[in-house]
């Protein structure tokens, strides 16, 4: 099942700040936060894991509500570079049997949300 | 470190062929995902295979299938292409579960 998304488009002027959320009906192991730029690969930007804190580097974190299943990503004072899609996934522990003992989820993502930053 | 590989880039089929796409993970990663890009429809999940076992499943026909080999390199396979197969195809590769995931380039499937 695919997380949902809000909102699906921001626009912002440089140097303000934006939200975005993700929300699950199921309990989760991890949430992911990918950005992806017209004709990219969505690109890595954090991972948050059941139990761990909220992270962030620079002007961009993100934090992990585990009672109520959602994700918030943040943005501050952005730049023009921060315009993209972000996309959250999320993922649910299923437990393998093989050799290697490694849990692994099935990641989804969500609609996508559509920043776009003005000068 | 080589990130993940993708070919071809780009492809144009014909409604009823079939076709298949490649991607091969970064060294030493053991989880391969494929996705599905269409405008307006987000990153649709295909399938994950996991130490050559396709472990996770998501809800495409059985037109789609893949498979992974003993090096980790995966293959995707679309049978009787339809003009709706139309899209990006991504594929990720993963150490294992909850690692981040690192994308190819895409496969740019057209169907006319």
């Known amino acids: 099942q695919q997380p949902v998304q809000s909102p699906q488009a921001v626009i912002l002027r440089e140097g303000e700040d934006a939200v975005i959320n993700c929300s699950s009906s199921?309990?989760?192991?991890?949430v992911h936060w990918y950005r992806q730029k017209h004709g990219e690969a969505p690109v890595f930007l954090m991972i948050l894991l059941k139990g761990g804190e909220q992270k962030g580097h620079e002007k961009i974190s993100a934090s992990f509500n585990e009672k109520k299943q959602q994700s918030s990503l943040y943005l501050t004072a952005s730049q023009l570079s921060y315009s993209g899609t972000y996309f959250c996934?999320?993922?649910?522990?299923?437990?393998?049997?093989?050799?290697?003992?490694?849990?692994?989820?099935?990641?989804?993502f969500g609609q996508g949300t559509i920043l776009t930053v003005h000068p | 470190k080589a990130g993940v590989t993708q070919t071809p880039r780009y492809l144009i089929k014909t409604r009823g062929q079939q076709v298949t796409l490649s991607c091969s993970p970064i060294s030493g990663h053991r989880s391969v995902s494929w996705y599905q890009q269409t405008p307006g429809q987000g990153l649709q999940f295909l399938f994950e295979?996991?130490?050559?076992?396709?472990?996770n499943k998501g809800n495409f026909p059985g037109r789609f299938s893949g498979r992974q080999f003993s090096n980790s390199r995966s293959e995707m396979n679309v049978s009787t292409l339809e003009l709706g197969d139309s899209a990006l195809y991504l594929c990720?590769?993963?150490?294992?579960?909850?690692?981040?995931?690192?994308f190819g380039q895409g496969t740019r499937l057209t169907v006319v």
């Open positions: 295979y996991f130490s050559e076992t396709q472990r």
């Open positions: 996934g999320t993922e649910y522990v299923i437990l393998g049997s093989h050799a290697g003992g490694t849990s692994y989820g099935k990641l989804t």
């Open positions: 199921k309990a989760l192991y991890s």
């Open positions: 990720a590769s993963r150490p294992g579960g909850g690692t981040e995931a690192f």
